[in-house]
């Protein structure tokens, strides 16, 4: 799996005018860069805890697929 970072002036006209548009200054995408950073590298234990409530709910739909 991976993941793929794009900075503002690559998002799509359609994000940009949506009603949540994907817009920020740079120092808004630095930040949200520098989180992502923190969060695939675990920091805090938020991708741990990510991953658990991802397989959590797998799990979940999994038994009601099944019964």
């Not at 005018?17 to 950073?37: C, I, N």
Request: glycine share 8%.
């Amino acid at each position: 799996m991976g993941f793929l970072w794009s900075w503002n002036h690559m998002i799509s006209k359609k994000w940009k005018s949506s009603l949540t548009p994907a817009t920020g200054d740079e120092g808004f995408q630095m930040r949200m860069l520098r989180d992502f950073k923190h969060f695939c590298a675990n920091q805090e234990q938020r991708l741990s805890q990510f991953w658990d409530q991802c397989w959590e709910m797998r799990e979940k739909a999994r038994g009601m697929q099944s019964g």
